[in-house]
């Protein structure tokens, strides 16, 4: 797959391509509706296929108050994406210039005049321009016009309800992670890079990963979970990990740390993937450290419990 990272970075205009647009995060099932339908579509009839979206949700320019936090890093979902085949991305700089282009410029410049566009691809809630002037039905009275043709796709529903970004951020902060990823269609994981912390968890005999995040992803609820850690070296490490300010250490701050169980080496400054499986337990402030190693104890005790179940189940 080419990686244009910029409309400035395409160097010359495409030609015949199959264009499916969207913002893509968290590459769910309805977004993966949409990009198989593309790839289908420019499969028969001899086009490359181009997914064309944004280097960050339109909401954190003009709305940023309102700016959701991601499910998928941008790493992540171009992984995603180059999964299914895409031939093209192309991932826009949403800035002020683009956020006030007018949707006949859109059309004109971008999407046919630069990707080469000869279907079109998105959801019918999806629109574009200034305003949000371009949607669905300002498309369909374009098509002859422009010569292209639109596919626009109803949303993708699982379990009753419609597979949306804001579903699944829903899910992952209330811990639900077996529905996120039903809805997601693959895995949820948070990303990052293995910080210093306190060091007080080898202290206490429970040495722990902190984890700061590469980009603003949806983090689950505080409280303290089972999950699996893939290192950089593709490793996979089982885990209690804590989310919250860990109430019991004074002036400890918030923090994402994980107890990789059965391991004991540096990883500082590499790059970890943190898989959810499990909530056990909302945070509790203990009286003293002993009571909160004690704890610990339990906590790693359930984890390989947890976990175990999963592998047999």
Same mark, same amino acid.
């Given at each position: 797959?080419k990686?244009?990272?910029g409309?400035q ?9 199959t $264009?499916a647009?969207?913002s ?8 993966q509706?949409?990009i198989?339908?593309?790839?289908e579509?420019a499969d ?9 979206t ?6 954190e ?8 936090e991601?499910?998928?890093?941008? *790493?992540?979902r171009?992984?995603l994406?180059q999964?299914m085949?895409?031939?093209i991305?192309v991932?826009?700089?949403f800035?002020?210039?683009?956020a006030n282009t007018?949707r006949?410029t859109?059309l004109?410049?971008i999407l046919?005049g630069l990707?080469?566009?000869? *279907? ?7 629109c574009?321009g200034?305003?949000r ?7 369909r ?6 010569n292209f ?13 419609p *597979?949306s970004s804001s579903?699944?951020? @829903?899910?992952?902060?209330t811990?639900q992670f077996?529905?996120?990823?039903m809805?997601?269609g ?7 890079? $293995?910080?210093? @912390?306190?060091h ?5 005999g429970f040495?722990?990963i902190?984890?700061e ?5 949806v983090?689950p609820?505080?409280g303290?979970y089972?999950?699996?850690?893939t290192?950089?070296d593709?490793r /996979?490490?089982q ?5 919250g300010?860990?109430p019991t250490?004074?002036?400890?701050g ?6 990789l169980?059965?391991?004991n080496?540096d990883l500082? @400054?590499q790059k970890v993937s ?9 945070? /509790? ?18 984890v ?9 189940n």
């Open positions: 797959m990686l244009y990272n409309l970075t395409i160097p010359q205009p495409l030609s015949r391509s $264009v647009i969207g893509f995060d968290g590459v769910h099932l309805g977004h509706a949409l198989q339908k593309a790839v579509d028969r009839n001899g086009r490359d296929t181009v997914v064309f944004f280097d960050r949700h339109p909401a320019l003009l709305r940023p108050e309102n700016a959701p991601l499910i998928t890093t941008s *790493a992540q171009i992984a994406i999964e085949g895409v031939d991305m991932i826009a700089a800035d002020m210039e683009l007018d006949d859109f004109s410049k046919k990707l080469g566009a000869e *279907a079109i691809v998105e959801g019918n809630d999806f574009f200034k305003n002037a371009g949607d669905v039905n300002y498309l009275s374009m098509e002859s016009g422009y043709e639109l596919h626009a796709l109803d949303p993708v529903m699982v379990e009753g309800a *597979a579903r699944i951020r @829903g899910l992952i902060r811990a077996k529905e996120a990823e809805v997601l693959h895995g949820y994981f948070l990303e990052g890079v $293995v910080v210093h @912390g306190q007080l968890g080898r202290v206490l040495p722990t902190n984890l995040l590469f980009e603003r992803q983090v609820k505080d303290i089972a999950v699996l850690v290192l950089q593709g /996979i490490v885990g209690a990990c804590s989310i300010n860990r250490v004074e002036s400890a918030r923090s994402v740390e994980t107890n169980l059965d391991f080496e500082y @400054g943190i898989r959810f499986i499990s909530f056990l337990r909302s945070e /509790i402030k203990f009286n003293n450290l002993d009571d909160l190693v004690d704890q610990m104890k339990i906590d790693v005790k359930n390989r419990e947890v976990l175990q179940n999963r592998l047999i």
